[in-house]
């Protein structure tokens, strides 16, 4: 008992859940994005490591940090248009398109990772983002290191909750953006075009992807290895639907289970006699229990996964 | 007098289908045309090319003069043209005032601004007479309060031309009233209309000019005044329309009854004690206005769901178990009320629509195969015999005219030669031709000794069809009185709620 306590009153392990949060929110975002004009992005996974290829790339070959999460928005941006164009121009299957998008833009990471690095049996490394403490919040006992204490990448995905939260309700493009998730018909009969619309945000969603998968390379770890997504871009769908498809929640979503994750970390350490792979599955468990407490509350976009053609009833 | 819109030579093909062909058409401010025309004639196509949904292969549409570039549903709002779809096109899980204002702001702007958009539509449902609440959930909405929804969405827009594909079809007598009677005041206003209807009456009253259509011509103008509801009828299907007269029925043994029938309501008015009987031969009307448990009850008797209380008894049976493959095995068909959800899968192809509610009788599969050729068959001799427009075996059902899928589907139904025929609304949205076709299958049905439970909102409807006639008030159901008794006046009492005369006048039907 007395060991429980110890991990949760740690700053350590708080610190910890920010940080491993800071991928799922990025990525939940942008799936909730692609969700809500009524796309489904299973590309989300090869997306995300995508982008942590070409984030991790562009540092190595000496860009700035900043320039690798831009290369990585841009590269998930044209893997979304991809999805976009198969799915919303030709309307076709939003689960094998996006698949398909997975498995190419995973394979096709690490063969780009192959010809900028051939050899090499250790994975060269670059110099990450370095915590930023927030000048005086960082101060503040507790709280300040947690909080404040985070690489700007993480800043910026917290930033970008609140946007999105107020994009989609209170702007009148998010309000197109929401229609188009339930009703294409009635965007297309109020003079908006849907399919554009569509393929806009499925492109914004997935830079958002992009910029999930550069965060583990450049922040959360500093080299790239073809394995590392590990099934973090599957946890953002699910997120999405215990998110109710709003921001808020999904940023709550995300928090709770990455302290699920750096809770099982630290109890693999200091508890013996149990197979460690119990622990791992923990996290999943939990988030699978969450899943199902909130699903029969959802209230799905009406039109997802629907495509829209013009001129056709 | 100045012209507001004008339809040029307009031409449309889809595929093998001419839904459109020279079709010219005008309006005047502040006039109300009504345009006419059989299911499938190339009404809703027509409307959809003015609004810029379609686009024309020949033609032009100029609104004030301007001619409209075509297939931009944008140009057609800001020249003020509006359009109430006949599928409503909202978006049922937003408030009524977001599917008001949507693409109504430069998309760009940081901030929407809900209260002078509240206030905009307040005031116009005000002016208008259209009452809403603007933070309602679409969703929750009747399909009367949907309908006023998608009129002020057009009003907000500026629209001095609104046309209005079906407004009625769904709505109540009293709606349709009211309805009306607002139009004619926004005419009165300024506002030039077009109108799409399949209830001559309400052309008759409503409108000053019809355009009659006719597989996708135009074949008549009248103004309203100089012409009658038989002329129109006539015109629109090319010949003198009838109803078929219904001949006195032999009713035979019981087939379905319901004993103290309770149902909790599934997303619709619940049932709460309902008992009837329906005999071989005959036919029993269930009239009233909707969302009193009619829903529910054709849900009960087609399987969807079990009773929470009381037996329904099919045949002198309960079913071994309450659900859809018992009630096809046990002989009953239906004819669904909402076609598009419960009736057809959108894109499916008519084949399979066609036979999917029976894929396992051994006419259609065999040893978990398919048996296409005789499933492709049978479709084909009911496009044929069902005089279904527009169809074709492996064409998507979507494609088809609202009164077209119902001829299928009734086709569907009656080609199994069902024993107990449910038939919810079986003419909505049809044209006079059609719903006499229809009338003519259901009275031939019967005559052939099935039961048919007819549920209706249409008094002439009802009292046609049925040898008796039961009101659902509420969930429950009046006493049944014999056809012959049946006038508009009793119904009115009975679908009011007021039972005391239709007790008696069963109570004499038992004394004898
Ligand atoms: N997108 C489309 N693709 C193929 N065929 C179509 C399409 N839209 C309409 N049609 C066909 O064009 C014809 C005219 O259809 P339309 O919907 O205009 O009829 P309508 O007069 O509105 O009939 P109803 O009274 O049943 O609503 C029909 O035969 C229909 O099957
Ligand atoms: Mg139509």
């Not at chain 1, 976009?84 to 096709?108: C, D, E, K, N, R």
């Not at chain 1, 492109?203 to 550069?214: F, P, Q, R, T």
């Not at chain 2, 010949?239 to 909790?264: C, K, M, N, T, Y």
């Not at chain 2, 894929?359 to 005789?374: K, Q």
Request: charged share 20%; hydrophobic share 50%; with cysteine.
């Amino acid at each position: 008992m007395s060991v429980l306590l110890d991990i949760l009153g740690s700053v350590g392990m708080w610190e910890a859940v920010l940080r491993i949060a800071t991928p799922l929110i990025f990525g939940t975002l942008g799936v909730l994005l692609c969700e809500r004009v009524g796309v489904l992005n299973l590309g989300i996974e090869g997306i995300m490591t995508f982008g942590a290829m070409v984030g991790w790339l562009t540092v190595y070959s000496g860009g700035d940090l900043w320039l690798g999460m831009l290369a990585a928005a841009l590269g998930g941006a044209v893997f979304g248009l991809l999805h976009a164009v198969l799915t919303v121009v030709f309307g076709l299957s939003q689960h094998v398109t996006g698949l398909g998008i997975t498995l190419f833009a995973s394979s096709f990471s690490y063969y780009v990772f192959r010809l900028a690095v051939p050899t090499s049996s250790s994975p060269p490394t670059v110099e990450p983002f370095r915590a930023y403490p927030v000048p005086g919040l960082s101060e503040i006992p507790v709280l300040g290191p947690i909080l404040f204490t985070q690489t700007a990448p993480t800043y910026l995905a917290l930033a970008l909750v609140a946007v999105l939260a107020y994009g989609l309700y209170r702007t009148p493009l998010g309000l197109a953006m929401r229609m188009t998730g339930e009703n294409p018909h009635a965007v297309d009969a109020q003079g908006i075009d849907p399919i554009r619309l569509r393929i806009g945000t499925i492109m914004a969603g997935s830079a958002l992807m992009g910029m999930g998968g550069a965060f583990l390379t450049l922040a959360a770890f500093n080299s790239f290895f073809p394995t590392m997504v590990q099934g973090r871009g599957w946890i953002c769908v699910a997120l999405v639907v215990f998110a109710l498809w709003r921001p808020g929640r999904a940023l709550l979503g995300a928090l709770l289970f990455a302290f699920f994750d750096a809770f099982q970390l630290r109890l693999q350490t200091v508890v013996d006699g149990v197979p460690y792979q119990l622990f791992l599955m923990l996290p999943y468990v939990l988030s699978i229990l969450a899943l199902i407490a909130m699903a029969r509350r959802a209230r799905v976009p009406q039109a997802l996964m629907q495509p829209y053609r013009r001129g056709e009833r | 007098m100045t012209r507001v819109l004008e339809l040029d030579h307009i031409t449309k093909r889809f595929g093998a289908v001419t839904a459109n062909e020279d079709v010219s058409l005008h309006l005047e401010k502040g006039e109300i045309v009504a345009l006419l025309g059989e299911n499938g004639a190339g009404k809703t196509t027509l409307m959809s090319i003015l609004f810029g949904h379609y686009t024309a292969d020949e033609g032009s549409v100029r609104v004030k003069g301007q001619a409209l570039p075509p297939g931009k549903s944008r140009a057609a709002i800001r020249a003020g043209v509006g359009m109430v779809h006949q599928h409503f096109a909202l978006a049922p899980n937003l408030t009524v005032l977001e599917n008001v204002m949507t693409g109504t702001e430069s998309l760009w702007k940081l901030r929407s601004d809900r209260a002078a958009g509240r206030a905009k539509l307040m005031e116009l449902s005000q002016r208008f007479g259209l009452k809403v609440d603007p933070e309602a959930r679409v969703a929750d909405l009747s399909v009367g309060e949907c309908q006023r929804v998608e009129i002020l969405k057009a009003l907000y827009n500026d629209a001095e031309v609104l046309i209005l594909d079906e407004p009625t079809a769904v709505l109540t007598a009293q709606e349709a009233e009211s309805l009306f009677a607002t139009l004619r005041e926004m005419a009165a206003k300024g506002l030039s209309l077009i109108f799409i209807s399949h209830k001559l009456h309400e052309v008759m009253s409503a409108s000053d000019r019809v355009v009659v259509l006719r597989r996708g011509r135009v074949v008549a103008e009248r103004e309203t005044a100089e012409t009658s509801k038989e002329e129109l009828a006539e015109l629109m299907v090319g010949r003198a329309v009838q109803r078929p007269e219904r001949l006195p029925a032999r009713p035979g043994a019981v087939l379905l009854e319901a004993v103290d029938v309770s149902l909790g309501g599934k997303g619709a008015a619940s049932l709460r004690g309902v008992s009837f009987r329906l005999h071989a031969g005959e036919t029993l009307g269930i009239i009233g206005v909707s969302g009193n448990g009619q829903t529910t009850l054709a849900g009960l008797v087609s399987g969807l769901y079990a009773p929470d209380a009381g037996a329904l008894l099919i045949k002198g049976h309960a079913p071994a178990r309450y659900d859809v493959p018992h009630a096809i095995a046990a002989g009953i068909g239906r004819i669904p009320e909402d076609r598009n959800a419960e009736g057809t899968i959108g894109d499916m192809s008519t084949w399979e629509n066609a036979v999917l509610e029976r894929i396992w009788a051994p006419e259609f599969s065999s040893g978990g195969m398919v048996r296409r050729a005789a499933a492709r068959a049978a479709t084909e001799a009911i496009i044929r015999d069902y005089d279904v427009r527009g169809a074709s075996v492996d064409g998507r059902i979507r494609l088809l005219s609202g009164g077209n899928m119902q001829k299928l589907i009734l086709g569907r139904v009656l080609t199994a030669g069902p024993d107990i025929l449910i038939a919810a609304q079986p003419s909505r949205g049809l044209d006079e031709g059609a719903i006499a076709g229809v009338h003519e299958r259901l009275l031939e049905a019967r005559g052939r000794g099935a039961g048919v439970l007819l549920i209706s909102e249409d008094l002439d409807e009802v009292i046609g069809l049925s040898d008796r006639i039961r009101a659902i008030v509420g969930g429950r159901l009046s006493p049944a009185i014999p056809a012959e008794r049946a006038d508009a006046q009793l119904l009115g009492l009975m679908m009011a709620g007021d039972w005391t005369a239709a007790e008696r006048i069963e109570a004499e039907g038992e004394a004898k």
